[in-house]
Structure formats: structure tokens, C-alpha cells
């Protein structure tokens, strides 16, 4: 079974913010002069009530470094309550991701040239 959560955790750390604060159940991130979402997004790091409960935190943050709040629904299926709660609050969905994961060595086989190289 593949852990999504691990996977974006893993994903969080290859790719850091400049600036990238754990609070209230978030990672919030922020690189200034950066355009990657990704480097600047909240990233929910558990579920439930007190997740949503910090949504004027999440704001606050991105306010506070003019920034729009951008926030990484992540691993989708675990956020359907957040998800809703964003759309009622009048957040949309921008840009979706699809995250694609393979055994090493997988990647290793599928990626050896059909006629090997000199």
C-alpha cells in the first residue's frame, strides 16, 4: 500500500521553502520571488476538526507576506471536509497535480535505452 502522507512529506523536503513553519497542523511554506505553488502552499499535515480550526492562521500567514493563500489538498481523499470547507469560504481549484510513484528499480529497467550507449 502506498502512503500518500509519507509521499508528500518526502515531497515537502526535495523541493523546501525558504521559509517553511510546521503550526497548528500545517506546513506553511514561502519562497519570496518564487512562483512555484508548491513553494508557496500550505500543506495540511493531519485531518479533522482542528485542521480546519486553524484556517485563519493559514491567512494570517500568507497575509502577512502579501502573499495569495494557496493551499495543497493533499492526499485528496483524506481532505474531502477541508476541500468543502475551502469552496464555502470561496477558495477554487487552480491547478491539479498528479503524483506518480514507482520502485527504484522500476525506474531503472523502464528508463535503459533500447540500444546501449557507447
Known amino acids: 500500500m502506498i502512503d500518500t502522507w ?3 512529506r518526502y515531497a515537502a523536503q526535495a523541493w523546501p ?21 508548491r513553494s508557496n502552499s500550505a500543506l495540511p499535515l493531519m485531518r479533522g476538526e482542528a485542521l ?5 492562521r493559514v491567512e494570517d500567514f500568507y ?8 493551499v495543497q489538498v493533499s492526499p485528496a ?3 474531502t471536509t477541508l476541500d468543502a470547507l ?10 491539479a497535480t498528479l503524483v506518480c510513484v514507482a520502485p527504484t528499480s522500476t525506474v531503472i529497467t523502464a528508463s535503459r535505452p533500447a540500444v546501449p550507449w557507447r
Open 86 to 95: 475551502l469552496a464555502e469560504r470561496g477558495y477554487r481549484r487552480d491547478a
Open 6 to 8: 509519507l509521499i508528500e
Open 52 to 56: 480546519l480550526a486553524a484556517l485563519p
Open 17 to 37: 521553502a525558504a521559509e517553511a513553519l510546521q503550526e497548528q497542523g500545517w506546513l506553511l511554506r514561502h519562497t519570496p520571488g518564487v512562483p512555484r505553488r
Open 63 to 70: 497575509a502577512a507576506r502579501r502573499m495569495p493563500v494557496a
Open 77 to 79: 481523499e483524506e481532505h
